[in-house]
């Protein structure tokens, strides 16, 4: 039988909820708290299940037997962001660091991690800040687009599926003062899948997130294209989504059944056509 779910007012006052119970089932849905143990605040993500009992058991078909996932069962869940987390900054790259921490009694047995409390707005809230010069919003890409491009590079040299992330937006990367901060690896690919796709669906993923409007063509999507510094494997990715190949014609018939509109296929079209000019 499954844990039963924490709720918000199961939590000590000074304990304070960051995110989740909250929609039609707040029994369902990850939490962040952020606590303090030992003189250090730290962020505590519990994992729960996030559909009914079929839809988990589907999705976790789906993900692990058809889409390359490692599913999304809460235990597989924490499970796989700890190893990514892991990887990351075994590798060199800025996201949150694991803590050490001492179970409190309220969690109960649910899948949990504690992380690095990290201060400061995520990427995209700067990139629509209007106070925020324009000349810093395209340092920050310039330094994202230079992490992408060296993680990438290693990603493919060293066959580490790990190192790409699943669902990259700049809604997961904080700025934090001089760092920025990759957050939200609870969901990645398995071992032995192909990671030239996969890197190929991060950048469709984190330039459709850019490419807000034609407004930002030129200020973000090129500055991320000039400072990415691996030409090859961004030329690579847009050969990729414009294939034949059966993985592809089926990516492209889901988009078209799903995301009509500013479609992962069409950002990379018109990447593409920027590389060429």
Not at 67 to 72: L, S
Not at 132 to 145: D, G, H, M, V
């Given at each position: 039988m499954s844990p039963a779910p924490v709720l918000a007012e199961g939590v000590p006052p000074e304990v304070r909820l960051i995110s989740g119970a909250s929609g039609s089932d707040p029994s369902r849905g990850n939490l962040l708290f952020q606590l303090r143990q030992d003189g250090r605040d730290l962020i505590l993500k519990v994992y729960r299940r996030r559909r009914s009992r079929w839809s988990q058991f589907w999705g976790d078909f789906s993900q692990r037997w058809i889409?390359?996932?490692?599913?999304?069962r809460p235990e597989r869940r924490r499970q796989t962001e700890a190893e990514s987390l892991r990887a990351w900054r075994e590798a060199g790259f800025d996201v949150p660091r694991l803590e050490a921490w001492q179970r409190p009694s309220w969690l109960g047995s649910l899948p949990a991690l504690a992380m690095e409390a990290v201060s400061g707005p995520t990427l995209l809230t700067a990139l629509h800040d209007p106070d925020?010069?324009?000349?810093?919003?395209?340092?920050?890409?310039?330094?994202?687009?230079a992490e992408h491009g060296r993680r990438h590079a290693l990603a493919l040299s060293s066959g580490q599926a790990l190192l790409v992330q699943?669902?990259?937006?700049?809604?997961?990367?904080?700025?934090?003062?001089?760092r920025l901060v990759a957050f939200d690896f609870e969901n990645a690919y398995r071992d032995g899948f192909p990671v030239p796709v996969a890197v190929a669906y991060e950048l469709a993923s984190t330039l459709r997130s850019l490419w807000i409007d034609e407004r930002f063509a030129e200020p973000y999507v090129s500055v991320f294209l000039n400072a990415y510094g691996e030409r090859a494997i961004l030329l690579d990715a847009c050969r990729r989504f414009a294939s034949g190949a059966p993985r592809w014609r089926l990516y492209r018939l889901r988009e078209r059944r799903h995301r009509p509109r500013r479609s992962k296929t069409e950002t990379m079209r018109r990447v593409g056509a920027l590389l060429r000019t």
């Open positions: 889409e390359g996932k490692r599913g999304v925020r010069p324009l000349a810093e919003k395209q340092s920050l890409i310039a330094r994202l687009a699943e669902h990259p937006t700049p809604r997961h990367v904080l700025v934090s003062g001089e």
